[in-house]
């Protein structure tokens, strides 16, 4: 942990599309003097993300990487980094009658709203900003306690798909009556409220542990008890039914007086960390990235509002709490602070969140932005999270890495003629060479026991690392007519399943299984299906799935080896090409037709536009290290390397 946290380089943005003003800032030197008072750990940088009145709760929404920003007030805010530079290019407002619109959270591309008495739901919001989403949301809960002390929610989605929902106590320190002083949780649709924890005073955020999935949730004690008098929370409920304490416990362990002589119904469950009193405790994110320094990753990040009852003003800062290999909570120590000068304070963090990129949002509803603050370690160069790009390829289609660093990539050259396409080895050092020639149009490509094959126009070709190529299956040894063989996959069994486009009507479309003896069949035709159109990009799906990106209708498939289903699973991929899956589980797609490539957390999520600006992005594949998505763009004659941390 850092016990001296020493002033680190910063960056500011101070030009935003957004035709959002800053309140209480004076123009963009003030905030650029006020940015150089935060004291950061070595190497990190914080600037302003986007100017947002009154910002409280993020989340972050799929397909366009949407952040949807609460407010203590009537507003619902949407701010938009359209070009992915981790700067706002506008801040929209999408709702101005909310009653207390604190907590969002998104799930399944569905936007949710929790206010002092509701919760709402708006579906598709991440597509498209302007959309009118006062006039599309739906009410799914309604029996929220109607009070305005501690009325303000917050929310969030556990990994059991169940919605989070902290209700706080409509009191300093009261007996609370219902689902008062509650952690309550519900259905995606509002259906089956549960209590699931009690007990608990004021919780303003919530998060779930990775690894164990163990809600977590701070807590603000007891007001009126002295400047060191109670203490802050971090609480674990790691099952349904605890309870944490309020009104008999005001805080930690310690007991208001008119209460201390009362017994709890049951047992009382005590923090796993304490924070110094009225420091109030609000939003936090365990940090799971690969921007920030190894040790930070499974730390929680919490925010700290600061406090309004203290004779000597304390808070305004962030949090880091450290947490072992087991789970367990180690140690705190501050982050980041300093927007506590002289005893006044010019801002108040409210909420995290963390980007797909590693860094951190943070915001501030009393200076009126978001802050974004990232990780760069001396000597390494402003490119380290841009891509890299190899050019000067001939309309390279499809990529695979070898365990060894070696990437094979197929050029097809000049599209439709024979014996000019390729197969491209580059080593880890940069060197390129041909491994094979005389090839077709080669486009996907796959690695089994050191052996590549290759999807060529209307056969499909074994090249050996040593450049030998030999024919698997010839044009007339497939079921039907081969058309555009296009991708390749190989199971477990070095069966290798091959999709044939078909002409541009469809015609002669559907998915091969080769043997390694190469024995050809049909294993699914397209021409006979409603759903799908023109198959392409193929991925293993456990040992008798396929999952199948259709270039035709943009739609991905998955379908059941053994019984010929085919299920719909996601939609909007435009001319779908590559699939990949990461260590993590995250699906990436690309689009041809449209130059994009996306991002699923979940295979029916909402996409999440990761990448656009390809001219053509083709057959996409992982490095070898599994930390880098390797994208060739046909049309541009490159192969584009973009990381994932």
């Excluded at 004291?39 to 952040?67: C, D, K, W």
């Excluded at 050809?520 to 299906?529: K, N």
């Excluded at 990761?610 to 049309?635: C, E, Q, T, W, Y």
């Amino acid at each position: 942990m850092h016990k001296t946290i020493k002033r680190a380089p910063l960056g500011i943005a101070l030009t935003l599309a957004g035709a959002v003003l800053m309140p209480g800032v004076a123009g963009a030197a003030s905030m650029d003097e006020r940015l150089d008072q935060l004291n950061l750990p070595p190497g990190f940088q914080i600037e302003v993300y986007a100017e947002v009145p009154g910002a409280r709760s993020l989340a972050f929404g799929q397909s366009t990487g949407t952040v949807f920003v609460g407010t203590r007030g009537k507003k619902l805010f949407g701010v938009v980094d359209k070009d992915k530079d981790r700067k706002a290019d506008r801040v929209v407002t999408l709702m101005d009658d909310l009653k207390v619109g604190n907590g969002v959270a998104m799930h399944q591309g569905n936007l949710y709203v929790a206010e002092q008495h509701r919760i709402t739901r708006v579906g598709g919001a991440g597509f498209d900003i302007d959309m009118p989403f006062s006039q599309m949301r739906e009410e799914i809960f309604t029996d929220l306690p109607d009070k305005a002390h501690h009325g303000w929610r917050y929310i969030a989605f556990g990994p059991d798909g169940k919605l989070y929902v902290t209700v706080g106590a409509p009191c300093n320190i009261c007996d609370p009556e219902g689902i008062e002083a509650t952690v309550i949780r519900m259905d995606p649709d509002g259906s089956n409220m549960e209590v699931y924890a009690r007990g608990v005073r004021n919780s303003v955020g919530i998060d779930f542990q990775p690894g164990t999935g163990i809600p977590y949730f701070t807590d603000n004690g007891v007001d009126m008890m002295g400047d060191e008098r109670p203490a802050g929370e971090l609480n674990a409920a790691p099952e349904a039914g605890m309870h944490f304490g309020f009104p008999y416990y005001a805080g930690g362990d310690d007991r208001q007086n008119d209460w201390k002589d009362k017994e709890a119904p049951q047992d009382v469950t005590f923090p796993v960390t304490e924070f110094r009193a009225h420091t109030a405790n609000l939003g936090f994110r365990f940090y799971t990235g690969e921007m920030f320094p190894g040790d930070y990753r499974g730390d929680a990040i919490v925010a700290q509002h600061g406090s309004w009852n203290r004779s000597s003003p304390i808070g305004y800062r962030l949090m880091r709490v450290a947490f072992d290999d087991d789970g367990n909570a180690t140690g705190k120590d501050v982050f980041v602070d300093g927007w506590l000068q002289d005893g006044e304070a010019w801002g108040r963090p409210v909420d995290t969140l963390q980007l797909p990129d590693g860094s951190l949002l943070v915001s501030d509803d009393y200076a009126g932005v978001i802050y974004r603050i990232s990780y760069q370690a001396d000597g390494e160069s402003d490119s380290a999270n841009k891509a890299d790009t190899a050019s000067d390829f001939a309309m390279p289609e499809s990529v695979v890495a070898h365990a060894d660093g070696r990437l094979f990539v197929t050029e097809i050259g000049e599209f439709g003629k024979d014996g000019d396409g390729r197969v491209t080895v580059i080593t880890p050092d940069g060197e390129r060479r041909t491994l094979a020639d005389g090839l077709d149009d080669p486009k996907g490509i796959d690695l089994w026991r050191d052996e590549l094959y290759v999807a060529d126009n209307t056969r499909l070709r074994r090249v050996g690392l040593d450049g030998e190529t030999s024919v698997v299956a010839d044009t007339g040894d497939f079921p039907g007519t081969a058309t555009f063989l296009n991708d390749v996959e190989i199971d477990g069994e070095g069966r290798v399943y091959v999709s044939d486009s078909g002409s541009d009507a469809g015609d002669n479309a559907g998915i091969y299984r080769v043997s390694p003896e190469g024995e050809a069949e049909l294993v699914f035709d397209a021409t006979e299906s409603d759903a799908m159109n023109r198959p392409n990009g193929l991925l293993m799906d456990g040992p008798d799935a396929l999952l199948v990106a259709d270039f035709g209708n943009g739609r991905l498939f998955r379908l059941q080896l053994n019984t010929g289903e085919l299920t719909t699973l996601n939609n909007g991929f435009g001319g779908a090409d590559g699939l990949v899956r990461d260590s993590h589980g995250n699906l990436y797609v690309s689009d041809w037709n449209n130059g994009r490539v996306f991002m699923l957390h979940d295979l029916r999520a909402t996409p999440m536009l990761m990448r656009d600006g390809f001219k053509a992005a083709a057959d996409i594949a992982l490095s070898a290290d599994g930390r880098k998505l390797l994208v060739p763009d046909m049309k541009a004659g490159s192969l584009q390397t973009l990381p994932l941390d």
